[in-house]
């Protein structure tokens, strides 16, 4: 959709919004999978309209649109690393906690946890993910059997914020087997919004914590990230009053739909 912004003192902007509607009307077809124009007096939520469809809101004169899909699809640090050891703890009467940090560079949500298992007879693993205050944000138990290589374990969706930093740790018992590589990852990893830390962590305990000691070793453990998606782009904004004869409105940010009247 394309529509002319008005000069001041010339068209008003109810005709331009009006023509805008118009014209989306003419292209649009009520079909299963939305393309509707549909109104209202507020912002439109998530869970107005169908993908595909238009929303005016009707108080504030913002055309929004077209609603596009919330799900960004799924991302993970790891993708073709492969660990280059295997550590046995051999029975020594403790367990071990190993943990690799994470940050976020868009506000979303954590939906599972991942690791990579050279064997599948081990019991007892369990994943957890922390807070950069090693607040307890979720826990799961890792379930034998299946195959060797990455496991997912979903856990309730934890709404994570841009910037924000966590990390995944992995208790396992004593006798157990650990995957990781070996000074491996010396400046980290980035795989679309997410970046792990250089460094992993290391501390002993039968019981899950948040390890602080550090250690350049990392364990082929991640989060499952999904980005936030707005799903209701703005298509038509209302400018503010005001302007004089001879000014144009004018875009003031290349990033949203701020408007104001220059010469």
């Known amino acids: ?92 009467g403790y367990g071990v906690n190993v943990a690799s940090a994470f940050t976020v560079a868009k506000a979303g949500k954590i939906t599972a946890l991942r690791i990579n298992r050279t064997s599948t007879s081990f019991a007892g693993y369990v994943l957890a993910l922390w807070s950069s205050t090693n607040t307890k944000l979720a826990q799961v138990t890792v379930p034998t059997g299946g195959s060797t290589g990455w496991t997912s374990v979903t856990i309730p969706d934890v709404p994570i914020t841009a910037g924000q930093v966590v990390r995944v740790s992995l208790t396992v018992a004593s006798g157990s087997v650990v995957t990781l590589s070996r000074s491996g990852f010396a400046s980290g ?22 390890p602080t000691g550090q250690t ?35 875009k003031l940010s290349g990033t949203d739909y701020h408007w104001g009247w220059v010469t």
């Open 216 to 250: 350049p070793n990392h364990y082929f453990i991640d989060p499952v990230f999904e980005a936030a998606v707005d799903p209701w782009p703005v298509a038509l904004k209302s400018p503010p009053p005001g302007g004089t004869t001879g000014q144009v409105l004018k």
């Open 1 to 92: 959709m394309s529509v002319d912004l008005p000069v001041a003192g010339e068209t008003p902007w109810d005709a331009k919004l009006n023509a805008a509607i118009l014209d989306i009307d003419s292209r649009v077809t009520a079909s299963a999978g939305g393309s509707t124009i549909l109104s209202g007096t507020a912002t439109p939520t998530a869970g107005t309209g169908a993908v595909g469809d238009y929303y005016l809101d009707t108080d504030d004169r913002v055309l929004y649109g077209p609603k596009i899909a919330t799900s960004s699809g799924s991302q993970s640090v790891y993708t073709s690393q492969t660990p280059n050891d295997s550590w046995v703890l051999n029975n020594q």
């Open 189 to 210: 990893i980035t795989n679309g919004d997410i970046v792990m830390d250089a460094m992993g962590f290391l501390d002993y305990s039968d019981t899950p914590i948040s």
